[in-house]
C-alpha cells in the first residue's frame, strides 16, 4: 500500500552500469510502460512471460493478461546492452 521510490538506486545502477541504456519505473502495467520504453528507446522489445519474477505466486491471484496490466509496482524496467543476471537483476526479454 505505500510503495517507494527507486529513484536512489536507479542513480547508483547508472553510475555502476554503464551498458544500461534506458530505466523506469513500472507504474501503469508492464504492457504500458514496456511500450512506452520500446517508443522512446527506438527498439523493439519481446517479453518472455515466464521469466517474470514472483510468475508463480501471481497466478495464484491473477490471470497473465492481468498480470501484465496491472500497474503501481514501482519497479525498474530497463534496457541494456548486457546481461545483467549475474548482478541479480530478472531478463525477462530483449
Known amino acids: 500500500l505505500s510503495p517507494k521510490s527507486e529513484w536512489e538506486f536507479s542513480k547508483k545502477l547508472r553510475d555502476h552500469y554503464p551498458s544500461l541504456h534506458s530505466m523506469m ?4 502495467g508492464l504492457v ?3 511500450e512506452k520504453l520500446a517508443i522512446a528507446s527506438k527498439v523493439k522489445i519481446r517479453v518472455d512471460t515466464e521469466n517474470l519474477p514472483d510468475l508463480s505466486v501471481l497466478k495464484k491471484h491473477l490471470s497473465l493478461p492481468e498480470i501484465l496490466v496491472s500497474g503501481e509496482e514501482l519497479k ?3 534496457t541494456s546492452s548486457k546481461d545483467l543476471s549475474f548482478a ?3 531478463k525477462i526479454g530483449k
Open 25 to 28: 519505473d513500472c507504474t501503469d
Open 32 to 34: 504500458q510502460d514496456l
Open 76 to 78: 525498474l524496467l530497463f
Open 88 to 90: 541479480g537483476f530478472v
